[in-house]
């Protein structure tokens, strides 16, 4: 079954169909799907979503209840460094009380972003640190986002993410920084990017790293693989990512959703 590690259904974009869509997930073979937080608001979505949008029970025995099944959904509470000015002590202790609900399994999208900008990088770094923190506190995995950050992404990782566990979401830097990643004992999220003609890069990191130290993702409505770049993400395509992942390395589609599924349960615990 296809586990989605990364998508964030919480999005306006699927405001219209949202539970349509989700129903429709088993007959595409997507199984689970954790839903991760960005902004401070959506924190309390989707952790509010995996229970309104929970699994019924009595698919075990009737795959067409009502009207099709949801698949098993899990959720990430975390703030992405373009909304890290949102936080202050209250809110950071609101969080905190939500990574202690049912069905919350990392800290994430947590990490720095210097593409946008949206705020300073002292910012940044200080509120990435204090997720971490709050990670190791919670005794959860963290989902790591860091665009044209990797310098200070990779070294503040290294001071302060030790012992934990984790992943390196919609992974866009070297090769050799991904083995570096591998070694500290993190996934690499793979999602719709290494289906397009351009991303050398993530092909290769693909190439060079192991099987067993990789995930994959959507990040959707973002990031459709070919053919459907540019259109709206959803977990049933995830399929197409792991086709280019077997063909990278040379081996089965089934060997591919195997494995990063069970990589998937390793890093969440679910």
Sequence with gaps: MIYDTHAHYDDAQFDED???????MADNGVGTIVNVSASYASCERVVNMVQE??????????????????PAMYAAVG???????????????????????????????????????NESH?????????????????????????R????????????????L????????????????????????????????????????TVEAIPLESIVLETDCPYLAPVPYRGKRNNSAYIRYVAEEVAEIKGITYEEVMARTEENARRLYGC
């Excluded at 936080?87 to 946008?116: P, Q, T």
């Design 53 to 70: 949008y929970a699994q019924d029970a009595s698919c075990n025995t009737r795959p067409d209840a009502a009207g099709g099944c949801y």
């Design 148 to 163: 044209e950050a990797a310098a200070d992404t990779m070294e503040i990782m290294k001071e302060y993410a030790k012992g």
């Design 18 to 24: 949202r539970e349509e869509l989700l129903r429709s």
């Design 165 to 204: 566990k984790g992943v390196i979401h919609c992974y866009s830097y070297s090769r050799e920084m991904a083995k570096e990643y591998v070694k500290m004992g993190f996934y690499i999220g793979v999602g719709g990017v290494v289906t397009f003609k351009n991303a050398r890069r993530l092909k290769e």
């Design 79 to 117: 703030v992405h460094p373009d909304h890290v000015g949102e936080l202050d002590e209250a809110s950071f202790a609101r969080m905190k009380e939500l990574l202690g609900r049912d069905r919350v399994v990392a800290v994430g999208e947590i990490g720095l972003d210097y593409y946008w900008d």
């Design 122 to 146: 002292d910012v940044q770094k200080r509120w990435f640190i204090r997720q971490l923190e709050l990670a190791r506190e919670s005794g959860l995995p963290v989902v790591i986002h860091s």
